[in-house]
């Protein structure tokens, strides 16, 4: 199940070009922000991090929301989420499907290295063939390099934080900032 937030429907780009024709200017602002917390949905109910929801870097000035769609189709935006603290759940949508409860929490492990950091450019990591898309983006700071990578099948959508087993031999890198 994709994971849905009411009102968030930011453009979603199949490729480097479009994603940076759309966005590049926001993205060219980021460089040297310091990032001052990252953000990931926790579900409550299942206690885990929810995969498909996007990690929210909050900055100086500004939110970064980086995530996917399927299709190998990524969604960036800058200020578009509601960072209510509890959020899409708990209750049932107007199909009568029942929502888990997620709640924004910073406590993730893998991203605390990061904050406090400074941006100091970022990639796309762009697959070419049959199943081509942009599969990730790896955000450059001082303190190293942050990948978010999707690591789910072609149709479906998971975030992977620094993930080890994706093939990168199959990924161009394409300099966005």
């Known amino acids: 199940m994709a994971f849905e937030w ?17 966005a590049g200017i926001d993205l060219e602002r980021l460089r040297g922000a ?5 953000y990931s949905a926790w579900d409550i109910e299942a206690e885990r991090w929810c995969a498909s929801s996007p990690v929210v870097f909050e900055l100086e000035d500004t939110r970064l929301e980086i995530g996917f ?7 960036l935006s800058i200020d578009r989420i509601q960072m209510n603290p509890s959020l899409a759940g708990g209750g049932q ?16 492990s893998e991203l605390a290295p990061y904050v406090g950091r400074f941006i100091l450019g970022a990639d ?3 697959k070419s063939g049959d199943d081509r898309g942009i599969v990730g ?9 942050l990948e978010l990578v999707n690591v789910a099948p072609a149709d479906g959508v998971a975030i992977g934080i620094n993930p080890q087993d994706y093939d990168k031999t199959r990924m161009k890198r394409i300099i966005a900032i």
């Open 6 to 22: 009411p009102g968030y429907d930011p453009p979603a780009y199949g490729d480097a070009q479009s994603l940076l024709a759309g």
């Open 34 to 38: 310091r990032i001052c917390n990252v």
């Open 69 to 75: 769609a399927s299709g190998r189709l990524l969604r």
């Open 93 to 108: 949508d107007r199909g009568g499907v029942r929502r888990p409860a997620y709640e924004w929490r910073t406590d993730r």
């Open 124 to 126: 796309f990591l762009e």
């Open 137 to 145: 983006i790896c955000v450059r700071t001082d303190a190293g390099s």
